[in-house]
């Protein structure tokens, strides 16, 4: 079964991107493959509760909008993400992935907004950013 180790979904307004102010509902997985110096959600290293994709789901769909983020941690870090992404997708969702620039994009929806935390010199992790050539 298709899983993912989940910290946190709450409904909130969104305060990043061009979506800014408009509510959304976060998808916050838990692990992450960076230790950044700033970083806000440590509490997100830890392991979350274990959840099917379906259920993900059912529990956004609870929610009075149509915009959902994947945040972190590091979504991509978790295998199953890509999937969560297509299901939502598919059911009509405007989905945003908050990474942090370490892992390639490639597999990633094109329908889904990515907003890239590029890592500057003093989070301690600035060599972690994913170019492409």
């Not at 509760?49 to 978790?78: M, N, R």
């Not at 490639?106 to 935390?117: G, R, T, Y």
Request: one cysteine or more; a negative charge; glycine letters at 8%.
């Amino acid at each position: 079964m298709n899983q993912l180790e989940v910290c946190e979904i709450f409904y909130s307004l969104q305060g990043e991107s061009s979506y800014m102010g408009m509510p959304c509902v976060f998808i916050r997985l838990s692990g992450c493959n960076l230790r950044c110096s700033w970083c806000d959600t440590q509490y997100s290293y830890a392991k979350g509760e274990s959840c099917a994709l379906e259920s993900i789901i059912e529990q956004v769909e609870q929610y009075p909008c149509k915009l959902v983020e994947l945040t972190g941690g590091e979504p991509l870090w978790q295998d199953h993400s890509i999937p969560l992404m297509d299901m939502l997708l598919e059911r009509g969702f405007t989905v945003l992935l908050e990474t942090n620039g370490s892992l390639y994009l490639e597999a990633v929806p094109k329908a889904v907004v990515k907003i890239v935390d590029v890592k500057c010199p003093g989070s301690g992790v600035s060599d972690s950013f994913m170019l492409v050539e």
